[in-house]
Nanobody, 126 residues
Framework: QVQLVESGGGLVQAGGSLRLSCAASGRTFSSYAMGWFRQAPGKEREFVAA????????CGAESVKGRFTISRDNAKNTVYLQMNSLRPEDTAVYYC???????????????????WGQGTQATVSS
């Protein structure tokens, strides 16, 4: 079992920044990658960014490239999502996930992930 706890969401104006954190505990060594997804009201959950524990390779959705950065602290079993230049369309509940499926490319599908956090709300006002 892997437990995930997100934090760092909040309300920010357009153009502002937020930093989300995801603290992982339990059998974290069993996961290959960590990812961030988001879900806006009335929309499906979508991939945001992912990072592999080993090697630190990252990938992200086109909609956030150049604005969002995913990083990890292996010693703290924590993954971060730095969100800059936020837009109202970034408003969503952001979920952290732990992936147990090995994928050589980007862990950009929800099906790759076995454990999910409870989510943290990020709201961007115009």
């Amino acid at each position: 079992q892997v437990q995930l706890v997100e934090s760092g969401g909040g309300l920010v104006q357009a153009g502002g920044s937020l930093r989300l954190s995801c603290a992982a505990s339990g059998r974290t060594f069993s996961s290959y990658a960590m990812g961030w997804f988001r879900q806006a009201p009335g929309k499906e959950r979508e991939f945001v960014a992912a990072i592999k524990w080993s090697g630190g390779n990252t990938c992200g959705a086109e909609s956030v490239k150049g604005r969002f950065t995913i990083s990890r602290d292996n010693a703290k079993n924590t993954v971060y999502l730095q969100m800059n230049s936020l837009r109202p369309e970034d408003t969503a509940v952001y979920y952290c996930a732990a992936g147990l499926t090995y994928v050589s490319s980007c862990h950009d599908r929800a099906a790759y992930y076995a454990y999910w956090g409870q989510g943290t709300q990020a709201t961007v006002s115009s």
